[in-house]
């Protein structure tokens, strides 16, 4: 019996008593003002609970909100492994209604190949009490589709275990996608390797055919071609002005012919040995040496035109000393040839590094008859002459060999002209 019950229970009976002997006892008030007070109690009581109760209620309705809508499956299983709650993303990603989800052991979703790598995720929640990750994948409508699953134990006879999963069947066709392009990737890169070994190998052996031509045009060739020199020449003092002056002319065509094609053979051995030359031969050399003996090899010709050369320190650069020497020398005979008879020769070499391309520019300046613009990639191909051979000895090599040196420096090599005023040659080397 509760208290208000019992306080009741005595007021009735004090009540009774005094109408029975006709007055009310103090103690009737008493228990009618403490029963008054009592009943006041209970209704803060009941207006408490009321309000713990709403409270209760909402907190309810937050907590189902967010685990019925929330992006990710949930699912809670009973210690049989049997599912008892599914939200609605759950439902989804399973694509089948909560009625026939609710009830089925999770196992059932899970795909085969992966049943063990579950069960062992499971026993270990169990046996560690710490939440397990792992990917699996599951079936739906015959189908299989991956996910990120976490399991947490519950303690609770009702919800023993609570999964989460997460679906990430997009980012496994993307990795799988990854996998087979660097799968492609790699053998095409072995193919791509496969042919440039073999494409090393034939640029070898057409390396050595073309060492084998630069020997036969060195040795085989000339000999001939001296031999018809030899006896042109011999015909010519024999008997020049005993024949008519016709014979007299083509013994000097002749004559002529040979030695120029003398000095083709020759730069064109020399063309040869600069494109199969080894790159081995490569260190670190003074380009002011190799400018100086340039300049010492051109004296006489330096000399007899009166040419003022002068040039700024150079750097030192990684490269071929031979080649490099030719370089200076190509560049500064062709200034002395193509120089204006009516001013003196004028000739400037510098260099500068040019940082944002991390090489050195050099320059030969000179103040000679300068080229016309619509000619400036002409002069560096192999045997294109601008000028006729009376006004201009030569055979119009020497700048096609020094665009192959540089070629093979990995450098550039351009000309800067106005005609009638001079030329300024650029070409680069790599810093490194």
Same mark, same amino acid.
């Given at each position: /019996?509760?208290?208000?019950?019992?306080?009741?229970?005595?007021?009735?009976?004090?009540?009774?008593?005094?109408?029975?002997?006709?007055?009310?006892?103090?103690?009737?008030?008493?228990?009618?003002?403490?029963?008054?007070?009592?009943?006041?109690?209970?209704?803060?009581?009941?207006?408490?609970?009321? #309000?713990?109760?709403?409270?209760?209620?909402?907190?309810?309705?937050?907590?189902?909100?967010?685990?019925?809508?929330?992006?990710?499956?949930?699912?809670?299983?009973?210690?049989?492994?049997?599912?008892?709650?599914?939200?609605?993303?759950?439902?989804? &990603?399973?694509? @089948?209604?909560?009625?026939?989800?609710?009830?089925?052991?999770?196992?059932?979703?899970?795909?085969?190949?992966?049943?063990? $790598?579950?069960?062992?995720?499971?026993?270990?929640?169990?046996?560690?009490?710490?939440?397990?990750?792992?990917?699996?994948? &599951?079936?739906?409508?015959?189908?299989?589709?991956?996910?990120?699953?976490?399991?947490?134990?519950?303690?609770?006879?009702?919800?023993?275990?609570?999964?989460?999963?997460?679906?990430?069947?997009?980012?496994?066709?993307?990795?799988?996608?990854?996998? &087979?392009?660097?799968?492609? %990737?790699?053998?095409?890169?072995?193919?791509?390797?496969?042919?440039?070994?073999?494409?090393?190998?034939?640029?070898?052996?057409?390396?050595?055919? @073309?060492?084998?031509?630069?020997?036969?045009?060195?040795?085989?060739?000339?000999?001939?071609?001296?031999?018809?020199?030899?006896?042109?020449?011999?015909?010519?003092?024999?008997?020049?002005? #005993?024949?008519?002056?016709?014979?007299?002319?083509? !013994?000097?065509?002749?004559?002529?012919?040979?030695?120029?094609?003398?000095?083709?053979?020759?730069?064109?051995?020399?063309?040869?040995?600069?494109?199969?030359?080894?790159?081995?031969?490569?260190?670190?050399?003074?380009?002011?040496? /190799?400018?100086?003996?340039?300049?010492?090899? %051109?004296?006489?010709?330096?000399?007899?035109?009166?040419?003022?050369?002068?040039?700024?320190?150079?750097?030192?650069?990684?490269?071929?000393?031979?080649? %490099?020497?030719?370089?200076?020398?190509?560049?500064?005979?062709?200034?002395?040839?193509?120089?204006?008879?009516?001013?003196?020769? #004028? !000739?400037?070499?510098?260099?500068?590094?040019?940082?944002?391309?991390?090489?050195?520019?050099?320059?030969?300046?000179?103040?000679?008859?300068? =080229?016309?613009?619509?000619?400036?990639?002409?002069?560096?191909?192999?045997?294109?002459? &601008?000028?006729?051979?009376?006004?201009?000895?030569?055979?119009?090599?020497?700048?096609?060999?020094? #665009?192959?040196?540089?070629?093979?420096?990995?450098?550039?090599?351009?000309?800067?002209?106005?005609?009638?005023?001079?030329?300024?040659?650029?070409?680069? =080397?790599?810093? $490194?």
């Amino acid at each position: /019996m509760s208290k208000t019950d019992k306080l009741r229970k005595i007021a009735e009976e004090e009540l009774q008593k005094a109408k029975e002997e006709g007055h009310i006892s103090s103690n009737v008030s008493e228990l009618m003002h403490e029963l008054q007070v009592h009943e006041i109690e209970l209704q803060m009581q009941n207006e408490e609970l009321k #309000k713990s109760q709403e409270e209760i209620s909402s907190l309810y309705s937050q907590y189902h909100e967010i685990y019925e809508y929330a992006p990710v499956g949930y699912f809670t299983l009973d210690k049989y492994g049997i599912i008892r709650k599914v939200n609605a993303k759950g439902s989804e &990603l399973l694509q @089948l209604n909560k009625d026939k989800i609710i009830g089925c052991g999770f196992s059932r979703f899970i795909s085969k190949n992966v049943e063990n $790598k579950y069960f062992h995720a499971l026993a270990n929640a169990i046996d560690t009490d710490k939440i397990q990750n792992v990917e699996l994948q &599951l079936k739906r409508d015959k189908e299989v589709f991956y996910v990120y699953m976490e399991i947490i134990i519950a303690h609770r006879p009702d919800e023993m275990y609570r999964i989460t999963i997460i679906d990430i069947t997009r980012r496994k066709k993307a990795e799988k996608k990854l996998e &087979l392009a660097h799968k492609n %990737l790699e053998k095409q890169v072995t193919e791509q390797t496969t042919e440039l070994k073999n494409t090393i190998k034939e640029l070898k052996e057409a390396n050595n055919e @073309l060492k084998q031509f630069a020997y036969v045009s060195s040795h085989d060739l000339q000999e001939p071609l001296r031999t018809i020199a030899s006896f042109t020449q011999l015909l010519k003092r024999r008997y020049k002005g #005993k024949l008519d002056s016709d014979a007299d002319e083509f !013994i000097e065509y002749i004559v002529d012919a040979t030695l120029r094609m003398k000095q083709q053979i020759l730069d064109l051995l020399e063309f040869s040995q600069v494109t199969t030359s080894n790159k081995g031969e490569f260190k670190l050399v003074n380009t002011n040496d /190799m400018l100086n003996k340039a300049i010492k090899n %051109l004296y006489i010709s330096i000399k007899k035109s009166n040419a003022e050369i002068t040039y700024d320190k150079l750097p030192s650069v990684v490269g071929s000393e031979v080649q %490099l020497q030719r370089v200076f020398q190509n560049l500064i005979s062709n200034a002395i040839r193509f120089r204006r008879c009516e001013e003196s020769l #004028k !000739i400037n070499i510098s260099a500068y590094n040019e940082e944002d391309r991390n090489e050195y520019v050099f320059s030969v300046k000179d103040n000679g008859i300068g =080229i016309e613009e619509q000619y400036f990639d002409r002069i560096f191909t192999i045997f294109q002459r &601008l000028h006729t051979r009376e006004e201009y000895h030569g055979t119009g090599i020497g700048l096609s060999i020094i #665009k192959r040196i540089m070629e093979r420096h990995n450098g550039r090599i351009w000309v800067e002209s106005e005609f009638g005023k001079g030329s300024t040659f650029y070409f680069t =080397i790599p810093i $490194k």
